[in-house]
Every structure is written in C-alpha cells, then in structure tokens.
C-alpha cells in the first residue's frame, strides 16, 4: 500500500514567496498522477516537499495514513528522480544502480538481485556492464530511474524527467515510463510542463498555477470541462479560441453576439444563460477542432456559419492547422487535411455549436460546456 493526503499544505519560502497554497490532494495506491503547469507554478515544490527535500510550512502530509511532515527523507519511503540524473561516468551501469544500496551496505546476493530485476523491468538487461556515456539520453534516464527502483520505495515522483531529450525521445520514453509503471505496480506522481505529456500519461492530472490547484480530473474531464478559462487554454493544443461574445434574448432563443455575428444557442445550453446573462458579456470557448469548413457541416449548422479570412495555412499531414481571423479577432482551426484553403482566402466556417464553453467574463470560471 502507498497512499498519499496532502492537507491544507503551504509553502513560504524564506524572503516570503509562496511558491504552494492550500493544496489539498489524495493520490491512490498504485496511480499514475501527474502535476502540470508552467514553470514556476510550485511542481518541483509539491514534489520536494513530499520526498522530505523541502520543510513544510502549513499543513499535513500524510504516507498510508501517517503524518510524515517530521519524518526525514530517507525514512519516507519515497524516491525522487530528476531530469538531471547525474550518473557516475566511471562506474558501469550495474554499479551506478547498486551504488545506493552498497551505501546502506546490503548484502552482495540482496544488491545483484534487485539490479537484475531493475534491469529487467526498464528492459536494460544488455547495457548493464556498460558505462552510461556510452548510452544514448533515454537509456541514461532510464539507468536513473533504476537507481530509484533497486530500494524499492512505496512512491515514486518523478521531476520534469523528459525534459532533456530530443522530442522524438520524450515521445517514446512517455510510453515507457507507463510500462515500468505498470510493471512495477507502485504509486508515481510525476511533474512536467507539457500540457501533452500529462495528458498522455496521467490517468489523473493536477492543473497547477501560482502555487493554487485549478482542477484535478482524467485527461478527458480537464479536456471535456475545464473548469476554468486558465485549465481551457492551458490543456489542449493548439488552444482554445476565446472569444467575448454578448448573450442576447430573442423570442425564445438565446443568441451569442460578437462583431456581426449572432450564434444561436442549442436549448440545453441556451437555458443556463438565461439565468443571469442575458444582456451581459461571456467568454465563448471553442476548441480548433469543433470548427468546420465541410459543405455537410456548413448546411448542418447554418446559424453558426461565419466568415473567416486566412492568415496561414499549415498542412501537417493528418490535419491542417487555419489561422484565421473572424472580424479580426484571431482562430484557430484544425481541419481535414483534403481541404484545399490557402493563405488569403475568405471562406466559410461553421462552429459546432453543441461542443461551445462558455465562461465568466469576471472569475472566468466556466458556466456551462
Ligand atoms: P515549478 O517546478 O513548477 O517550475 P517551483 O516549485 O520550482 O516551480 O517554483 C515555485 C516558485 O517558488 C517559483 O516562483 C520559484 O521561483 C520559487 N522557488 C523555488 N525554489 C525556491 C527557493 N529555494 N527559494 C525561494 N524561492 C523558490
């Protein structure tokens, strides 16, 4: 078993920054939780915090139900690994893992044993008499997660640890780490800034800014409802278009208002506006992807059709990226890569008016998706 509570945790650092607020979070035995926000919103603080790095200020951190904010690191059963791994260049592989635990002085046949079974798990079975300069970054990275595996903690966190590699590596080693994960059958909290790694990742996500937790949720729930307009702009890519759009009441409709246009809202939408916002500023948030240019579309949703003006098209293949303008405000959109649009052209746009955000002009808080 390796649970986790953290209660009403603070950070102030010395000099008066507070680097994390009244963070409240339960991570399960055995989950896969990731902390994502920009730099400096107090990841590798959380993280150093719970691996015993870092004095907690305010509030309780609790392993398996036990108050740990005095225990010392090393007694915590928690391994941290960074994106620095720091190897030991002279040493092979195999001694680079044991090091720890010849350290702490455990028996020859215990340190073999767990090395191999390391080594096995992160499938570097053939570079364990190997030195790690010789290796390529992943497998160096993987050497580091290694030496975290062979003592056998209960929880695992993990620190912008791809951030070092090449793209197409992060790519791959996303994967992998899922599988360790999975083999080891332990509790990982891991810390990133890209918004993509957390959501192919995480089986939960913990949006962070300014120290404050946004939302904790699946990837498909920060993706689906983003609580707010930060979580909606930060998860997904490329972002969410906002627009300010005033909500107007004719008959029995409910109309979106921007520039000249005037977007008639479906009925199960419609009547969360009608409590308070009508006459008033909103914020409509419309992922690139719920913006269609297809003759089908355009026919089907003739009251959300718009005109859009192309700044640049991007073909990347499976998809093409518009970046547009509707009465000169800037969109995005993603669309079928057969579509023929250059950069120029006026064309005809239509918004899936079922997949709309609507936000608070004020706290920004998400009204309704
Ligand atoms: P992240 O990992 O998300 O980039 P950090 O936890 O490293 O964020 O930092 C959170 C905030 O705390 C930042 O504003 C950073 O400048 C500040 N900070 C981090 N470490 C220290 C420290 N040792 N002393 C003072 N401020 C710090």
Same mark, same amino acid.
């Given at each position: 078993m390796a649970s986790l509570k953290l209660k009403n945790v603070c950070k102030k650092y010395t000099g008066g920054m507070t680097a994390v607020s009244d963070f409240n979070l339960d991570v399960d035995d055995k989950e896969f939780l990731v902390l994502v926000g920009p730099s400096g919103c107090g990841k590798s603080t959380t993280l150093r915090m719970i691996a015993g790095?870092?004095?907690?200020?305010?509030?309780?951190?609790?392993? =398996?139900?036990?108050? $740990?904010?005095?225990?010392e690191a090393r007694d915590r059963d928690v391994a941290i690994v960074f994106q620095n791994y720091a190897l030991y260049p002279e040493m092979t592989v195999f001694d680079n893992m044991a090091f720890g635990l010849k350290m702490q002085?455990?028996?020859?046949?215990?340190?073999?044993?767990?090395?191999?079974?390391?080594?096995?798990?992160?499938?570097?079975?053939?570079?364990?008499?190997?030195?790690?300069?010789?290796? /390529?970054?992943?497998?160096?990275?993987?050497? *580091?997660? %290694?030496?975290?595996? #062979?003592?056998?903690?209960?929880i695992f966190l993990m620190d912008e640890l791809l951030s070092n590699l090449d793209a197409h590596l992060r790519v791959q080693m996303r994967t992998e780490i899922g599988r360790i994960h999975r083999m080891l059958q332990k509790t990982f909290i891991y810390g990133t800034h890209d918004q993509a790694e957390a959501m192919a990742m995480g089986t939960r996500v913990v949006v962070m800014r300014d120290g404050i937790i946004q939302q904790i949720d699946t990837p498909q729930g920060l993706y689906e409802k983003p609580r707010n307009m930060f979580v909606a702009g930060f998860?997904? /890519?490329?972002?969410?278009?906002?627009?300010?759009?005033?909500?107007? &009441?004719?008959?029995?409709?409910?109309?979106?208002?921007?520039?000249?246009?005037a977007i008639k809202l479906p009925?199960?939408?419609?009547?969360?506006?009608?409590? %308070?916002? #009508?006459?008033?500023?909103? #914020?409509?948030?419309?992922?690139? !992807?719920?913006?269609?240019?297809?003759? *089908?579309?355009? @026919?089907?949703?003739?009251?959300?059709?718009? !005109?859009? &003006?192309?700044?640049? @098209?991007?073909?990347? %293949? *499976?998809?093409?990226?518009?970046?547009?303008?509707?009465?000169?405000?800037?969109?995005? @959109?993603?669309?079928? /890569?057969?579509?023929? #649009?250059?950069?120029? =052209?006026?064309?005809?746009? *239509?918004?899936? $008016?079922?997949?709309?955000?609507?936000?608070?002009?004020?706290?920004e808080n998400a009204i309704l998706h």
């Open positions: 790095l870092e004095e907690i200020t305010q509030g309780e951190l609790y392993i =398996d139900d036990k108050l $740990v904010n005095e225990i002085k455990i028996y020859k046949d215990e340190i073999e044993k767990r090395v191999y079974e390391a080594a096995k798990i992160l499938d570097m079975n053939d570079f364990l008499y190997k030195k790690p300069n010789i290796l /390529s970054s992943d497998k160096q990275q993987k050497v *580091a997660i %290694g030496r975290a595996i #062979v003592r056998q903690p209960k998860i997904g /890519s490329p972002q969410m278009n906002f627009i300010t759009a005033k909500v107007k &009441k004719k008959g029995n409709e409910i109309y979106l208002i921007f520039g000249e246009n009925p199960a939408k419609a009547k969360r506006l009608e409590d %308070g916002y #009508v006459d008033k500023e909103v #914020v409509l948030g419309i992922r690139p !992807e719920n913006l269609h240019n297809e003759e *089908a579309f355009l @026919a089907l949703m003739p009251e959300s059709v718009l !005109e859009a &003006k192309i700044d640049i @098209a991007e073909m990347l %293949g *499976a998809d093409t990226f518009l970046y547009m303008r509707i009465n000169d405000m800037n969109f995005t @959109a993603r669309v079928n /890569s057969r579509t023929r #649009v250059m950069a120029g =052209d006026t064309i005809k746009i *239509a918004l899936d $008016v079922n997949k709309i955000h609507l936000f608070d002009i004020e706290t």
